[in-house]
């Protein structure tokens, strides 16, 4: 089975803190993702990587950066935490394999919140 | 437009009878589509997928999808308490990359 780990299931920072959220995943994927979900709004791409070192803006990239030295491990990193970072973050990932009929498969999610 | 749509629900069902949840999207060159289930307070978890026209059937689930009407279906049949949960429909895109989720139909079995 695949297996993407978060580092922490539950996080609280202070306002203007450099918060780092952590994914490692198991099965050699070349693709990892960093979400984040919020009531009414669904999932929402944050930053996306396809290989080490690469990473593309997601949907709402604005105040995250990311960081992929290894192909097992993706970092989501908050420069300085704000209130409306207040959320549940998902890491997941894929593989190309089958280019048309990857998985998505998630962590168990990390809730942060931003005080 | 979104990409992925779905009707937010709530659905409510009574226990034994038959869920059927909705979902449309707009590539239309789209080729891969998934339900995921997601508890509160849980991540996403895949329970089907579907890449040709028609059914597929697992357990008590069937996925059912329409490419040339833009739609994809999940029936739950024999539906259980256990089977409370929001549903996210998710299709991935022609470049293979990117993944399109609906933002989710909350369903509840009653006893």
């Known amino acids: 089975d695949v297996k993407v780990t978060q580092s922490s299931r539950y996080l609280v920072k202070r306002t203007g803190e450099k918060v780092f959220l952590e994914c490692v995943q198991d099965m050699d994927h070349e693709n990892m993702f960093w979400y984040r979900q919020d009531p009414g709004l669904g999932l929402r791409l944050i930053y996306f990587?396809?290989?080490?070192?690469?990473?593309e803006k997601g949907d709402i990239p604005e105040g995250y950066s990311v960081s992929r030295e290894k192909k097992e491990r993706f970092s989501l990193i908050l420069e300085s935490a704000s209130t409306n970072q207040t959320s549940m973050y998902l890491c997941a990932s894929s593989s190309l394999q089958g280019r048309i009929r990857e998985k998505l498969f998630f962590g168990s999610g990390t809730q942060l919140s931003v005080l | 437009q979104k990409e992925v749509e779905q009707n937010s629900g709530p659905l409510s069902v009574p226990e034994g009878a038959i869920a059927s949840l909705n979902c449309t999207y707009s590539d239309r060159g789209s080729q891969s589509f998934f339900w995921y289930r997601q508890y509160s307070g849980k991540s996403p978890e895949l329970i089907m997928f579907i890449y040709s026209n028609g059914d597929k059937e697992d357990g008590r689930f069937t996925a059912q999808l329409n490419k040339a009407s833009q739609y994809v279906s999940l029936l739950i049949r024999d539906s259980q308490p256990s089977n409370s949960a929001t549903y996210l429909c998710?299709?991935?895109?022609?470049?293979?990359?990117?993944?399109?989720f609906g933002t989710g139909t909350s369903l509840t079995v009653i006893p």
């Open positions: 990587s396809y290989d080490v070192k690469m990473k």
């Open positions: 998710a299709v991935n895109g022609v470049s293979g990359n990117q993944f399109y």
